[in-house]
């Protein structure tokens, strides 16, 4: 099975380059991803615990700079005609232990918003594996409200992360293909409604 | 048929607020769009040519000041469970002269570098449906190379929203339910090879 994520991070400062720069540092060095970088997107291949958790903490380091930074990541397994890959061994959530307890998890201190949406692909009942991916963010308590074409997620960054992996490992077990994508955005001016309310309908278009 | 787009601009400057609201002012002018924003992305919905044209428009506004920004973008057409809704008359690409000629646009002088998938949803033979619009990017000439779970276009941004919004229009003849992601970027650090080779794994993650 081949499991990865091209992700991208936004910080929306003059010195974008310095805090990319700085959050990446050190990704390869664990060993436990395959890392392919260019001027779009950054392709990290490994587990899905992997994958999820080298991302999450480059969100985290840039996140840890003042101002707004946004990450957007599409995550892909079991793609056709991609390459087996040792590197990627999925946990089986189906093993007891597999999933995560989301709200047992430490937070991160980093209070995030964001939107996720899993495409389970080449299967008829795939509305159904969204419909109780959606139903599981409620349940662990990350769940916001509905938008068209996607679903709004808030909390604590290492709650959001793990909600969205919980779904990428139990949604991967209901169809060979899945894809999900996730925008997660700390410090944006339009973030609390007042806020929004005051700006209009600026903020990130 | 429900046609839509969640989009997102992040433009890589301290100024990113002024860039943001100045590139969406005008949008709901038209009166061809819904428009809805919040922190995380603004929502278009209507025609994919009103949305698709809508999109472009921002993109090149907040590309029109210097620097480096990206458009990030969920195009969707056909979603099960969102209402009909009359702005949204798709055209039919099995009418002649509904696709766009790529090639024979006129330029908006623009160069940018994309990434793009599609996802045919609820059918068996997506994976088809997915080789032949690569192809049509090909044909279209803004082609550029296959990456993990995306394939990178560049060219004058017209041409490029051009050719996806051909995607858009065909793959989703074959499928009830289409998602179309992509990245569109300009004016990136590290957007030449040589300037990447020199900058390292850094300019966007």
């Given at each position: 099975m081949f499991v990865g994520c091209q992700f991208s991070l936004y910080?929306?400062?003059?010195r974008f380059v310095e805090v990319i720069l700085s959050a990446v540092d050190?990704?390869?060095?664990?060993?436990d991803v395959r890392v392919e970088t260019d001027d779009l997107s950054t392709l990290l291949v490994g587990s899905p615990r992997a994958v999820f958790g080298g991302i999450e903490r480059c969100f985290l380091k840039a996140a840890a700079a003042p101002g707004h930074v946004v990450l957007n990541a599409t995550f892909s397994r079991g793609?056709?005609?991609?390459p087996d890959d040792p590197i990627c061994r999925p946990e089986r959530?189906?093993?007891?232990?597999?999933?995560?307890?989301v709200r047992g998890l430490p937070r991160s201190g980093c209070d995030v918003a964001a939107q996720f949406a899993v495409y389970p692909l080449g299967i008829e009942g795939y509305m159904d594996v969204i419909a109780r991916e959606i139903d599981e963010t409620k349940k662990a308590g990350v769940f916001a409200r509905g938008k068209h074409f996607c679903t709004r997620l808030g909390g604590d960054a290492s709650h959001v992360f793990a909600a969205m992996l919980n779904a990428f490992e139990r949604a991967g077990e209901r169809a060979g293909h899945l894809v999900l994508t996730a925008t997660v955005s700390k410090g944006?001016?339009?973030?609390s409604p007042s806020a929004r309310e005051r700006i209009g309908r600026g903020g990130n278009a």
């Open positions: 910080p929306m400062t003059d050190g990704l390869k060095d664990r060993g793609c056709p005609g991609e959530p189906r093993a007891a232990g597999a999933l995560l307890d944006s001016p339009t973030e």
